[in-house]
């Protein structure tokens, strides 16, 4: 290749992605003495880790004394419906507290407990009150720690840098080819290992809680590769989204807001939780209360905008104001709702993928030698549903075990050769959409997927709506060999959105096969033709890897529980 | 339905004027929104920064009808209804593209400041009254509206030898983290220059966040400053002791 072609850079390790997840991979390959580069698509600090709200769930035991890893563990897989990760499980509700611990020591300042610890609440599936919080702002404090110890301990930061294919030799991943987004200019970033944390894939529907970076890049890099991805199928609703204004349609409501004892009400008044989780209430998993919102809508039972109430304002204003500010200012603001004076309107919104890059529990490793993944962007940890607070020590957990893997790599591996083939694909393929005289906007192109994924692979699912999903994929994918692009490479988001099509269709597709495959009932994935478990797909993962240019999917067995854990799980408490 | 007149900034490094955009009025509608449908339907190549659209990562700052503003907050109703509105970037930075704006420098301001250093040994037992006044500071979310309003950088141009209000108030969250033990004193008065600051609380006044940055950091720096520089009978202790002011 002619190296003098295009800007690069060498590291021991890639990381890609600027969220939770990837700062802590970062600081901990750092740590391990690696040269260590972030890849981020947008600046430093506003990854979509700032718009988490409620906390970070670890058996820290500071307010309920009876907490411990093992029910973190059991309620955990109890919320997956058992099909997560075991090992994942276990290694997370261990790990978790020390990772808070760690936050505190390089300056995070959650809120306290009268005894001068670390402050916990209340969330959905968690037995005790276990969420370490800021208010409703506890993202913001954790990327902000994160970002700041990474700085200090000396990481290269590639900001508005969009990476649109990995770089392989052989079977192994030896870098990563992107551009800028600032000046539309290529770079090639060699490295040893490279670990994935580009989060979910949320902005493919229209109601999202996700924001514009959310468009499964990062599992449609690995899938392009020859890895495999895992539980595509599981795509969690959060129950309370904005519904009013339209603008807002899909802003998070955090989970705080029933962990701090919010009601939820149909137009008549009625808690309508006590027909769907009569113990739990309020606080039962997200996949049942999604569904709860969803059905007293769809039967006639719901607010003027076509949501659910949530009531916290028999709470003190004050009280509310403190521990719920943001949700406080985002009401007034934008919808003109004082919540310390009157309910509001929420129902379902897109939040979260169960599913991602199929992962080794202890390493992160993904079946692609090289290549690592944590959060959002892996599979297993959180198996049909997540519970609340488990994806901010996810990141936590699997951040670090994905960073110290890579960098134990790094040091025994030695640099590989760039394929000047590979490079050069990507480059035309990305320029590809100027040269087009005549063709597609890639905003319109990103609607009509908005609408088909919102309308055919939602909540509630049907064998007949998810084929003509699929169908529906089939052309959209024709039409975005057509996509065409306005303007100069400088910072243009048509351009940027165009590739972001290619990942947003191949993940779609990825979900929409699995939901078909998937014949039964399980956590987020509710098949109205098959509406209950079915044991035989409880010990079974689906996953979708690249067969030429078609998508493979298989069924591969769970891997069987040590007796200890089932033991755990058996237990009643 | 309702029409509104937009006139967005369309230019780069080199220069650029405000181009008419008209976009139907939904309720409740934003700035944010209406420069979305213009990239959806118009102008697919509008350069605009966003993420959260949430109020939570300050990335979308521009300047509405002259206002330094989170555009994701912005609400359409709030602005005169019979003139177009006018969006412009950030007026402090140099523009990139359109609205977005190269904000690189205050990520190098940032980099100068030494990191939460806990005292040694220190009992990790903090209370909520200790950490009230430090938990202000840290909702800050750098949108870099501050910055762009800060006459020392908007008029003045002092980037170099100014710190600027966003990272007063992060020096003030480490000072005053009840567990930290290292003083950022000398860097104040040298590095980040905070004698320029003449207290005119426009930061404060566009802080989307509501962090009373005048009042509760940048005063109380100053004070850290004049105590441990000006004072005039420390100065004699420490002329007696011979310990060299840092």
């Known amino acids: 290749m002619n190296e003098t072609k295009y800007e690069t850079h060498e590291h021991d390790v890639l990381i890609i992605g600027a969220g939770g997840a990837g700062l802590r991979a970062a600081i901990e390959a750092l740590a391990q003495g690696a040269k260590v580069a972030v890849v981020s698509k947008s600046l430093l600090g506003k990854a979509h880790t700032v718009m988490a709200e409620g906390g970070i769930a670890a058996a820290m035991s500071n307010v309920d004394k009876a907490d411990n890893w093992k029910t973190h563990f059991r309620d955990t897989m109890r919320g997956g419906k058992f099909l997560n990760n075991w090992r994942m499980a276990q290694l997370h509700a261990q ?4 990772r808070v611990r760690e936050l505190e020591q390089w300056g995070a300042l959650f809120d306290r407990t009268s005894d001068g610890d670390i402050m916990q609440r209340a969330f959905g599936g968690h037995t005790f009150k276990r969420l370490c919080h800021v208010g409703d702002r506890t993202g913001l404090e954790m990327i902000r720690t994160l970002q700041d110890r990474g700085v200090q301990l000396g990481f290269d930061v590639f900001m508005e840098c969009t990476i649109i294919r990995l770089l392989t030799e052989g079977n192994r991943v030896v870098g990563a080819f992107g ?24 902005k493919a529907w229209r109601v999202t809680s996700n924001s514009w970076e959310y468009t499964g890049d990062g599992m449609t890099l ?23 204004p339209p603008g807002v349609q899909g802003l998070l409501v955090t989970e705080a807001v029933r962990g701090e004892g919010g009601l939820l009400r ?12 009569p113990k739990r209430m309020e606080l039962s998993t997200r996949d049942v209360v999604a569904r709860s919102i969803y059905t007293e809508v769809r039967e006639g039972r719901g607010s003027p905008h076509g949501g659910a109430f949530l009531d916290i304002s028999h709470k003190p204003a004050e009280y509310v104001k403190q521990k719920l500010p943001s949700m406080y200012h985002q009401f007034k603001e934008l919808a003109d ?20 890059i199929r992962v080794e529990a202890e390493t992160a490793e993904s079946t692609l030698p090289g290549l690592f993944a944590a959060g959002e962007a892996a599979a297993g940890l959180h198996g049909a549903n997540r519970l609340g607070g488990n994806s901010l020590s996810d990141l936590l957990v699997f951040g670090r075990r994905a960073g110290l893997s890579a960098a134990a790599l790094a040091a025994k591996s030695q640099p590989g050769k760039i394929d000047p083939a590979q490079v050069a694909e990507a480059e035309k393929a990305m320029l590809a959409p100027f040269e087009r005289g005549d063709g597609e906007n890639p905003y319109a192109l990103h609607r009509d997927l908005q609408e088909v994924m919102g309308n055919l692979v939602g909540i509630f699912r049907l064998e007949e709506d998810l084929a ?11 039409r975005y060999t057509k996509v065409r692009v306005e303007g100069s490479r400088i910072f243009n988001p048509g351009w940027h959105l165009a590739r972001d099509l290619h990942s947003m269709l191949t993940t779609s597709e990825a979900v929409t096969r699995s939901a078909i495959a998937r014949k039964e009932s399980r956590g987020a994935h509710s098949r109205i033709d098959h509406p209950d478990f079915d044991d035989r797909w409880g010990k079974q993962n689906n996953v979708i890897s690249r067969d030429g240019n078609n998508m493979k999917l298989t069924q591969v067995p769970v891997k069987e ?3 200890e854990l089932k033991q755990i799980l058996a237990e009643d408490k | 339905m309702a029409e509104a007149v937009l006139e967005v900034f369309r230019g780069n490094k080199d220069g650029g004027s405000p181009v008419q955009y008209t976009v139907p009025i939904t309720p409740g509608m934003v700035v944010l929104d209406a420069l979305h449908h213009i990239q959806g339907h118009q102008a697919p190549d509008l350069a605009v920064r966003w993420n959260c659209k949430a109020g939570k990562c300050g990335s979308c700052s521009a300047e509405v009808n002259g206002r330094p503003r989170l555009t994701c907050k912005t609400r359409m109703d709030s602005l005169p209804a019979d003139k177009p509105i006018t969006v412009a970037p950030m ?20 980099k100068k400041i030494p990191p939460f250093t806990p005292k040694p040994g220190v009992p990790w037992k903090m209370y909520q009254e200790d950490v009230d006044r430090v938990q202000e500071f840290r909702k800050c979310i750098e949108c870099f509206l501050c910055q762009n309003v800060c006459h020392v950088v908007r008029d003045h141009d002092k980037k170099e030898e100014f710190g600027g209000p966003r990272f007063f108030v992060r020096v003030a969250s480490l000072e005053m983290h009840p567990l930290d033990g290292e003083s950022r004193t000398a860097l104040l008065k040298n590095e980040l220059g905070i004698g320029y600051c003449n207290i005119t609380k426009c930061c404060t006044e566009v802080c989307p966040e509501d962090i009373h940055i005048t009042d509760n950091a940048i005063i109380p720096l100053k004070e850290r400053v004049v105590d441990e520089f000006y004072d005039p009978v420390l100065k004699l202790v420490r002329m007696i002791r011979k310990a060299p002011a840092r």
């Open chain 1, 95 to 98: 790990e978790a507290p020390e």
């Open chain 1, 266 to 277: 149909n137009k008549n008044g009625e808690r309508f939780m006590e027909k769907y989780d």
């Open chain 1, 179 to 202: 551009y800028w987004r600032e000046q539309g200019r290529f770079v090639v970033l060699k490295a040893k290992a490279v670990v994935i944390a580009t989060g979910g894939i949320g």
């Open chain 1, 337 to 356: 709702v004082d919540i310390t004076k009157e309910p509001m309107e929420v129902g379902p919104t897109c939040h979260y993928v169960m599913g991602g």
């Open chain 1, 468 to 478: 003509k999903a699929l169908a529906e994929l089939e052309k959209l994918k024709q």
């Open chain 2, 91 to 110: 007026k402090s930075f140099p523009v990139i593209k359109d609205l977005v704006t190269d904000v690189s420098w205050n990520y190098r301001v940032n």
């Open chain 1, 561 to 563: 529980m040590p007796e």
């Open chain 1, 222 to 244: 690995a899938y392009d590769a020859g890895a495999a991805l895992q539980d595509m199928e599981f795509v969690q609703f959060h129950p309370t989204g904005m519904v009013w």
